[in-house]
């Protein structure tokens, strides 16, 4: 037989200090409330100053213990699909401004591969032009303005009038504005894809609307933009570190009806969000070896982005700990939603698509390095590597 289990005494205190070790989350947040209304009651006359005092200190230790509880790592023994990770690495600098994260010319190809292995990304510089940059960012502007009265982009007071909930992107799942398609159609974006995407050959049996197996071809997608968090803290964003692929779709695990999609705006699903097709045409693909062939996805940069303003998050060799990982998940039905507080969970989309995110808690944001990159640039990466921002 078993002895039986003492549970910590709720809300037992040494020296009016709160004893919370041993409690969980939740059992400490109980604790923290019943502090919280003890505060708010301090305001009533009969209640002397030391008393509010003493109450208000009780109030911060909890406060204090929560957050730490909160932050407080679980066994890596009780995630298995946590000793699938791979080793944290520290990304190369750009030789010539150690600001900004290693690049590559379009132009220099095998050395691009290379790092793209290696690390299941890449960034090339000079893919858009001055020009160009200026052109896109105008058109993003131009879009806000138009969808809300009373933004200007020259009047930085106005910027609260947008969101931050969608992480910076519009409503919108797909952009057709002219220097967005002129960005997609660009021959730089083109090389650099064909650069890192593996070569199939010839095919005996090729029947696809694609002039060969080989060709480049490019989802439609649209844009993010981020405001100055220094000048007010509300316009951050949360922390999103995700895959746009699901999990067991990709793996062959489960079917892709990727061929049911029809990119309509009546047809669709929900008409808040017209074309999302498009969006669920990137997460219901399957891995090298299926119709589908293998993916990338990418960030055109439109503005030097250094480490300490915020942006793209990768975690360097995830793609090739996938397998491995998808494995130590287990069935699907056991990953459709978050009920703890390091649940990771998959968000099922149309076709046989979805999005898998990771808790705010899961130890593999430790794993994931900043990408700062000049305005420009073309970053790449491995479908199957986590990001965010």
Same mark, same amino acid.
């Given at each position: 037989c078993r002895a039986p289990r003492i549970a910590p005494s709720m809300g037992a205190e040494v020296g009016g200090v709160p004893q919370t070790d041993g409690l969980s989350v939740p059992e400490i947040e109980e604790l923290y409330n019943a502090a919280?209304?003890?505060? /708010?009651?301090?305001?009533?006359?009969?209640?002397?100053?030391?008393?509010? /005092?003493?109450?208000?200190?009780?109030l911060g230790l909890l406060g204090k213990a929560l957050r730490q509880a909160k932050r407080k790592p679980v066994e890596k023994s009780e995630r298995p699909e946590w000793l699938t990770y791979p080793t944290a690495?520290?990304?190369?600098?750009?030789?010539?401004?150690?600001?900004?994260?290693?690049?590559?010319?379009?132009?220099?190809?095998v050395e691009a591969k290379k790092f793209f292995e290696e690390y299941g990304f890449v960034i090339f510089r000079d893919v858009l032009d001055a020009a160009e940059c200026a052109a896109t960012v105008s058109e993003i502007w131009q879009y806000l303005e138009d969808l809300t009265p009373g933004l200007s982009r020259h009047v930085q007071e106005t910027w609260s009038l947008l969101s931050s909930e969608r992480y910076g992107l519009p409503e919108a799942q797909a952009i057709f504005t002219p220097q967005i398609v002129a960005n997609r159609q660009n021959p730089k974006v083109y090389a650099a894809l064909d650069c890192v995407l593996p070569r199939l050959g010839k095919a005996e049996a090729f029947d696809s609307p694609h002039p060969?197996?080989?060709s480049v071809v490019v989802t439609q997608d649209r844009w993010c933009m981020y405001r100055p968090t220094a000048n007010d803290e509300s316009?951050?964003?949360?922390?999103?570190?995700?895959?746009?692929?699901?999990?067991?779709?990709?793996?062959?695990?489960?079917?892709?009806?990727?061929?049911?999609?029809?990119?309509?705006?009546?047809?669709?699903?929900?008409?808040?969000?017209?074309? /999302?097709?498009?969006r669920a045409e990137l997460t219901a693909v399957q891995g090298r070896g299926s119709p589908t062939g293998e993916h990338v996805q990418g960030v055109l940069n439109l503005l030097d982005n250094l480490e300490e303003d915020g942006g793209t998050r990768v975690v360097p060799g995830f793609h090739r700990s996938f397998a491995s990982w998808v494995k130590a998940l287990g069935a699907m039905e056991d990953n459709l939603s978050q009920s703890g507080l390091y649940d990771n969970w998959v968000l099922r989309r149309a076709a046989g698509g979805g999005s898998f995110k990771f808790s705010n808690l899961d130890p593999i944001h430790k794993l994931s390095r900043r990408v700062p990159m000049r305005a420009g640039s073309l970053l790449l990466w491995n479908q199957l590597v986590v990001h965010g921002s």
């Open positions: 919280l209304a003890d505060v /708010q009651d301090a305001a009533r006359p009969d209640v002397s100053a030391e008393e509010r /005092q003493a109450r208000g200190r009780k690495v520290d990304v190369p600098c750009c030789p010539e401004d150690e600001r900004f994260t290693r690049s590559f010319f379009v132009e220099e190809s060969e197996p080989d316009w951050k964003t949360s922390e999103n570190l995700h895959l746009d692929v699901h999990p067991w779709t990709y793996a062959g695990l489960r079917p892709t009806e990727i061929e049911t999609l029809r990119y309509g705006t009546d047809n669709s699903g929900d008409h808040r969000f017209p074309l /999302q097709d498009f």
